[in-house]
């Protein structure tokens, strides 16, 4: 068994420059097929300092880093408040994800309030983020030769997340646990053969042909559960996020530029 990675993930948000709101795994962890090799993709938000928000051109609304640390690769991507709380009200489930992963390095009350505010943002209409994504997703399948598992786990993993969404209202971004709740029986043989196998494992022509038709099947129930969603169509959480910032941005307000 690996060693747990979040302590050494918690010592580089220590050394982040700005105070982060939250910071949690994303990518192949938080989905349920990383492969030995994968590295960490670390998500977050950050506060910049009062000054540097409400300048005309405010710097570091968006840090990036990617770095190896004692062997551990990692991914950070981490959003000025306003910022991520913008793409929040824009139905952008990719930030839905982050806020609600389990995969939790970093946390602080004012990431629970948010967890709170978030369900107020999710409406039916997050099904086209969805349906985009998997669209996107499965034309980067279709041109790669050979064409390999993970993306096609990518697929099905951004189908599965938007139709359990339009059911329940709950981001549930693990293949695993969405196909215990869906069972589609060839996921978990490709899950195996990604996390056991090499980093390219390839497909068959014939195997190609039948995800196709999975594909199709898969969008037209996303479709049809958008269709037919009980979620609101519009989030009512506007003037609760825009509480929220302010209310970060006062108790940040001393912190120097």
């Known amino acids: 068994?690996?060693?747990?990675?979040?302590?050494?993930?918690?010592?580089?948000?220590?050394?982040?420059?700005?105070?982060?709101?939250?910071?949690?795994?994303?990518?192949?962890?938080?989905?349920?097929?990383?492969?030995?090799?994968?590295?960490?993709?670390?998500?977050?938000?950050?506060?910049?300092?009062?000054?540097?928000?409400?300048?005309?051109?405010?710097?570091?609304?968006?840090?990036?880093?990617?770095?190896?640390?004692?062997?551990?690769?990692?991914?950070?991507?981490?959003?000025?408040?306003?910022?991520?709380?913008?793409?929040?009200?824009?139905?952008?489930?990719?930030?839905?994800?982050?806020?609600?992963?389990?995969?939790?390095?970093?946390?602080?009350?004012?990431?629970?309030?948010?967890?709170?505010?978030?369900?107020?943002?999710?409406?039916?209409?997050?099904?086209?983020?969805?349906?985009g994504f998997a669209e996107t997703q499965w034309k980067l399948f279709e041109k790669e030769n050979p064409q390999r598992v993970k993306p096609l786990l990518y697929v099905y993993r951004v189908l599965l997340t938007g139709i359990h969404l339009m059911r329940t209202g709950v981001v549930e971004a693990n293949l695993v646990r969405l196909n215990e709740i869906y069972p589609l029986p060839y996921v978990p043989e490709l899950i195996r053969r990604k996390l056991t196998g090499p980093e390219q494992s390839t497909l068959s022509e014939g195997d190609i042909e039948f995800h196709r038709s999975e594909y199709a099947r898969l969008r037209d129930v996303l479709e049809r559960e958008h269709s037919n969603s009980k979620l609101p169509e519009n989030s009512s959480a506007s003037d609760a996020i825009d509480n929220l910032l302010l209310r970060i941005r006062l108790r940040h307000a001393g912190q120097s530029s």
Request: charged letters at 20%.
């Open 1 to 131: 068994m690996q060693p747990d990675p979040r302590p050494r993930l918690q010592t580089i948000v220590r050394q982040q420059p700005y105070p982060l709101i939250f910071a949690t795994i994303s990518g192949a962890h938080l989905y349920g097929f990383p492969s030995p090799d994968s590295d960490y993709d670390l998500r977050g938000v950050h506060v910049l300092p009062l000054a540097r928000a409400l300048s005309l051109f405010p710097k570091d609304e968006t840090i990036e880093l990617s770095s190896v640390h004692d062997g551990l690769e990692m991914d950070l991507v981490t959003h000025d408040a306003k910022k991520f709380f913008g793409l929040m009200l824009r139905k952008n489930g990719y930030v839905l994800e982050q806020l609600y992963s389990p995969l939790i390095v970093h946390t602080t009350p004012w990431h629970d309030e948010l967890k709170e505010i978030g369900k107020a943002c999710i409406t039916r209409h997050h099904a086209h983020h969805y349906l």
